[in-house]
């Protein structure tokens, strides 16, 4: 059983930047591909950023690529979504995923999901 607890969010002016983390309980969540996912009102939830368990795979979604950045510390338990350049379109909740395939948290079939943190990018 892995938990995982989103961190970070908040009110940021367009231009600016935000950290996110993710923290994971549980013995082996440190193998598992993790993924950043976001819901903006109204609309679906949507794939932002996955990274595969050793760190070597990342995936971005298009939006995003060149402004944001995934990592991980597995010593930690922790994977960081670092935003920079932030757009109002970038206001959503932000949720963390995992699973053991990077592929599967990339579809959003991961097993375990975070709770979410808000994201208010004002214009």
């Known amino acids: 059983q892995v938990q995982l607890v989103e961190s970070g969010g908040g009110l940021v002016q367009a231009g600016g930047s935000l950290r996110l983390s993710c923290a994971a309980s549980g013995r082996t969540a440190s193998r598992y591909a993790m993924g950043w996912f976001r819901q903006a009102p109204g609309k679906e939830r949507e794939i932002v950023a996955a990274?595969?368990?050793?760190?070597?795979?990342?995936y971005y979604a298009d939006s995003v690529k060149g402004r944001f950045t995934i990592s991980r510390d597995n010593a930690k338990k922790t994977v960081h979504l670092e935003m920079n350049k932030l757009k109002a379109d970038d206001t959503a909740v932000y949720y963390c995923?995992?699973?053991?395939?990077?592929?599967?948290?990339?579809?959003?079939?991961?097993?375990?999901w975070g709770q979410g943190t808000q994201v208010t990018v004002s214009s």
């Open positions: 995923s995992a699973h053991g395939s990077i592929n599967t948290v990339i579809a959003g079939r991961g097993d375990y």
């Open positions: 990274i595969s368990w050793s760190g070597s795979t990342t």
